[in-house]
């Protein structure tokens, strides 16, 4: 498609289900980034995708998180055993770096989780 | 560790006029800056950017300055136009692929 894809765009969870969040990257871009963003902050990383490989899980908050890119395309973002401080609105970005210059990210528009 | 901030967390601006949205960033290890502009319910947008190694980048009614001394940077909408109320990042990056956000501003631009 010609932009970043996001769904589900909503979701509720109940405390403690499972979630997974999907994100279709623009095509030919190899580079596909997940950021949280909380209600009233700037977004926050998580985690970087080159191609298939995770080169920067560093942002992911604990052991609940997990991201996947199993082909290099398409992403799922999953999100186990929820919590209230979870609920924030999960955006997934892609980049087509150029040789020289800045990063330019092209974001979704976001998938907002709402923990009960 | 806030590394990119933006102090003000609104800005109310008539419209024709100037706004100046500021952001401030402490690791002197940034190659370049992006301000990226975010309307409700959808993902945040790419305005402009600017290498470490200027001090200015203009794109239409968009000019970023920026003050490595300072570890300062700002835009500048002129003349600003209603359909530019929205909130604004300001982002940095580096050798890591990933850029680290400012809080966001969000701008009014009144009738």
């Known amino acids: 498609g010609a932009g970043v894809s996001q769904s589900p765009r909503y979701k509720v969870a109940k405390r403690g289900q499972d979630v997974a969040l999907r994100c279709d990257p623009i095509?030919?871009?190899?580079?596909l980034f997940w950021y949280q963003q909380a209600l009233g902050q700037g977004p926050e990383f998580l985690t970087y995708?080159?191609?298939?490989?995770?080169?920067?899980k560093s942002g992911l908050p604990s052991d609940r998180f997990f991201a996947e890119r199993p082909e290099g395309s398409v992403s799922t973002l999953k999100i186990q055993r929820t919590q209230q401080e979870d609920s924030a609105v999960y955006l997934c970005?892609?980049?087509?770096?150029?040789?020289?210059?800045?990063?330019?990210?092209?974001f979704g528009a976001g998938s907002r989780l709402t923990v009960l | 560790d806030q590394q990119v901030k933006q102090n003000s967390p609104s800005l109310s601006v008539q419209e024709g006029r100037i706004s100046i949205l500021n952001c401030d960033y402490t690791?002197?290890?940034?190659?370049?800056f992006l301000w990226y502009k975010k309307y409700p319910a959808e993902g945040p947008t790419f305005l402009i950017s600017?290498?470490?190694?200027?001090d200015k980048n203009e794109d239409g009614r968009f000019t970023v300055f920026l003050n490595k001394s300072a570890k300062h940077l700002s835009l500048h909408i002129v003349p600003s136009q209603p359909g530019d109320s929205a909130v604004y990042f300001c982002?940095?990056?580096?050798?890591?692929?990933?850029?680290?956000f400012g809080q966001g501003t969000r701008l009014t631009i009144n009738p």
């Open positions: 095509s030919g871009h190899v580079s």
């Open positions: 982002a940095a990056g580096g050798s890591a692929q990933k850029l680290v």
């Open positions: 600017i290498s470490s190694i200027k």
């Open positions: 970005a892609s980049s087509l770096r150029s040789v020289s210059g800045a990063n330019v990210l092209t």
């Open positions: 995708f080159q191609n298939e490989a995770q080169l920067d």
């Open positions: 690791n002197s290890m940034f190659d370049y």
